[in-house]
């Protein structure tokens, strides 16, 4: 009876550790108080598998998808480029495709997901009033194809 005893617990401990455990999401931050953002803010439709899967890596599903940045490209340009210009060399706003970052927390997929959405100092406000957090992922995969600068200062490229 003891060794029954013994091997269900084993079976048991084998049966729980073999169950996948579920990724908890990243932590999303205001870029200037370190606030946790509050997602519930979200213009509605942006919930997507890809912003899920960006919610657990905190890296964007769409840097290399050559269609993605297209979408992301025509998103900039009707509510970025005005700030920060047509192929993001920076205007009222800062450069957006080289290698240096008002943010250094920009050069990360979440950093620069956080900026967009929480808004930033001077006329950086807060995108979520614009754009679906998936909008924003597509924005990202543009800027990020448009980059100009040092690929090993690059973190979403490793």
Same mark, same amino acid.
């Given at each position: 009876? &003891? *060794?029954?005893?013994?091997?269900?617990? @084993?079976?048991?401990?084998?049966?729980?550790? @073999?169950? %996948?455990?579920? =990724?908890?999401?990243?932590?999303?931050?205001?870029?200037?108080?370190?606030?946790?953002? /509050?997602? !519930?803010?979200?213009?509605?439709?942006?919930?997507? /598998?890809?912003? &899920?899967? *960006?919610? =657990?890596?905190?890296?964007?599903?769409?840097?290399?998808?050559?269609? @993605?940045?297209? &979408?992301? #490209? !025509?998103?900039?340009?009707?509510?970025?480029?005005?700030?920060?210009?047509?192929?993001? #060399?920076?205007?009222?706003? %800062?450069?957006?495709? /080289?290698?240096?970052?008002?943010?250094?927390?920009?050069?990360? $997929?979440?950093?620069?997901? #956080?900026?967009?959405?929480?808004?930033?100092?001077?006329?950086?406000?807060?995108?979520?009033?614009?754009?679906?957090? $998936? $909008?924003?992922?597509?924005?990202?995969?543009?800027?990020?194809?448009?980059?100009?600068?040092? %690929?090993?200062?690059?973190?979403?490229? &490793?």
């Amino acid at each position: 009876m &003891k *060794f029954t005893t013994v091997l269900s617990g @084993a079976v048991l401990t084998l049966a729980v550790l @073999a169950v %996948p455990t579920a =990724q908890a999401d990243i932590t999303l931050r205001h870029a200037l108080t370190g606030e946790t953002l /509050d997602l !519930s803010f979200a213009k509605k439709g942006g919930n997507t /598998d890809k912003f &899920k899967q *960006f919610m =657990q890596t905190g890296k964007n599903p769409y840097n290399g998808d050559a269609e @993605a940045a297209k &979408k992301g #490209e !025509s998103l900039y340009m009707t509510g970025c480029s005005g700030c920060h210009g047509h192929e993001a #060399e920076g205007k009222l706003g %800062p450069g957006l495709a /080289d290698d240096y970052w008002t943010y250094p927390r920009g050069l990360t $997929d979440q950093g620069l997901f #956080e900026i967009l959405f929480g808004g930033a100092n001077g006329m950086m406000g807060p995108q979520y009033v614009n754009f679906s957090t $998936d $909008d924003m992922l597509h924005i990202m995969s543009f800027l990020r194809s448009i980059y100009k600068g040092d %690929p090993k200062k690059a973190d979403w490229l &490793k």
